[in-house]
């Protein structure tokens, strides 16, 4: 069983699209139960089979508007399905919460500890010694903040802080982005190549008009899909699915010009996309490594990580993006198995506030398949992290992630200083 958050809009959607769909689905997704303004759904694995395969077959009898809601929601729904192994346990222990470990757990936990040490070394001590206390506890806070924390994955207080703080720019940042990496290193991944024929294209026709909904119009969309990088497979299945491809059915395409926008390179003019002053300096074959961090540290600290699925935006894991790639930087190149892996790489605070937010049956199943999609693989599409997948064993044609492993590229391109 797997519980899925639907929006009320897409819930009422499915019912009202298929009045005839089997009894036993349309059974199960109206005894879902409301949670605020969403109504949860449990799927048993011939149930959700059977509503891919309604969805499917209903689209093609849609308006344009109503086909797009169903294919984002088909989308979300094989991302969320095909992460599940439905023919047994995934061996991962969900009924423990991870923040319940040996040692610290919370940052309240680690002020009492503090205290204690405090309180024990304090003991005998004369209270009018005024100086000697300051002294003392200067050393006690001092040892504290550099002593390793099991509730802070083996981080010291310090190093924590710089990690889930860091801001990818300031000179005190943990983690300092290289921007003088050539062009030829850059492109081990397709999101530069992208960006560069993006701005490539909107140069060479001097802007382009916008849509009514400002989304890319469709002959820009054509050429820009002739000129990009995509996965394999990606532009075979876009045919076959869309006869006429709008931006929003691109989603490598509408993604990036969203980053683009968001990093300064592109923008809005009299009902035209143009491309920036900024984004004309730096689209020559020279600036290609200050192109390349500009748009990173965009993904890192501006665009919003949950827009790319519909789960709950949980933005605490965008912030732990940091820490993540530290732990990334130990594994020292060499493959992690990513199913059982994956929650060594999130702090441990964070990965129990996120499996709260999802009252599923398996939320450690959920949450993976969120940070799968959310960092990996844009850590993928900038060419840092190699992805390698395994079949489906519930869903014939599907893959999921099964291991990764970092590239040359992440160690030329990502520094750590965790002493500010």
């Known amino acids: 069983m797997?519980?899925?958050?639907?929006?009320?809009?897409?819930?009422?959607?499915?019912?009202?699209?298929?009045?005839?769909?089997?009894?036993?689905?349309r059974r199960t997704l109206e005894e879902g139960k409301p949670r605020g303004k969403r109504i949860e759904v449990d799927f048993t694995e011939p149930d959700a089979v059977e509503l891919l395969d309604v969805i499917a077959e209903i689209v093609p009898s849609m308006s344009r508007a109503d086909r797009r809601q169903a294919k984002h929601l088909r989308n979300r729904l094989v991302s969320t399905f095909s992460a599940l192994e439905w023919s047994g346990s995934s061996g991962e222990d969900d009924t423990v919460s991870p923040g319940h470990r040996d040692g610290l757990t919370t940052e309240d936990e680690a002020a009492s500890l503090f205290r204690e040490m405090i309180e024990k070394e304090m003991k005998g001590m004369g209270a009018d010694d005024v100086a000697f206390m300051q002294d003392f506890l200067s050393k006690a806070a001092e040892e504290f903040n550099t002593t390793p924390q099991e509730g802070l994955g083996g981080y010291s207080p310090r190093e924590f802080h710089a990690l889930f703080y860091a801001d990818f720019m300031s000179d005190t940042s943990a983690v300092k982005l290289n921007e003088a990496i050539p062009l030829k290193e850059l492109e081990a991944g397709e999101l530069l190549v992208?960006?560069?024929?993006?701005?490539?294209?909107?140069?060479?026709?001097?802007?382009?008009?916008?849509?009514?909904?400002?989304?890319?119009?469709?002959?820009?969309?054509?050429?820009?899909?002739?000129?990009?990088?995509?996965?394999?497979?990606y532009l075979k299945a876009l045919d076959e699915v869309h006869k006429a491809v709008n931006e929003n059915d691109v989603s490598p395409l509408h993604l990036l010009r969203v980053l683009l926008m968001q990093a300064g390179f592109v923008r809005k003019y009299?009902?035209?996309?143009?491309?920036?002053?900024?984004?004309?300096?730096?689209?020559?074959?020279?600036?290609?490594?200050?192109?390349?961090a500009s748009v990173f540290r965009t993904y890192a600290t501006k665009f919003n990580h949950a827009y790319v699925d519909g789960w709950p935006e949980l933005p605490i894991v965008q912030q732990s993006l940091a820490y993540l790639l530290h732990r990334l930087s130990q594994t020292?190149?060499?493959?992690?198995?990513?199913?059982?892996?994956?929650?060594?790489?999130?702090?441990?605070?964070?990965?129990?506030?996120?499996?709260?937010?999802?009252?599923?049956?398996?939320?450690?199943?959920i949450m993976r398949a969120m940070v799968s999609g959310r960092i990996i693989h844009p850590l993928h599409a900038f060419g840092l992290i190699d992805e390698h997948y395994r079949d489906h064993a519930s869903f014939p044609g599907l893959t999921i992630l099964a291991s990764i492993r970092t590239t040359p590229l992440f160690k030329r391109f990502l520094q750590f200083d965790l002493s500010s």
């Open 270 to 292: 009299r009902g035209r996309f143009i491309v920036s002053k900024k984004g004309r300096e730096l689209h020559s074959e020279e600036k290609a490594g200050q192109l390349y």
């Open 194 to 233: 992208n960006a560069r024929s993006f701005l490539e294209i909107l140069q060479e026709e001097n802007g382009t008009k916008m849509t009514q909904s400002g989304n890319l119009n469709r002959a820009f969309v054509r050429r820009a899909v002739e000129r990009m990088r995509f996965p394999d497979g």
């Open 332 to 365: 020292e190149g060499r493959w992690i198995d990513w199913e059982k892996e994956w929650v060594d790489l999130l702090p441990p605070q964070v990965l129990e506030e996120g499996l709260a937010e999802f009252k599923t049956p398996e939320p450690k199943t």
């Open 2 to 25: 797997v519980l899925y958050q639907f929006s009320r809009t897409d819930w009422e959607f499915l019912l009202r699209w298929y009045p005839d769909m089997p009894v036993s689905l």
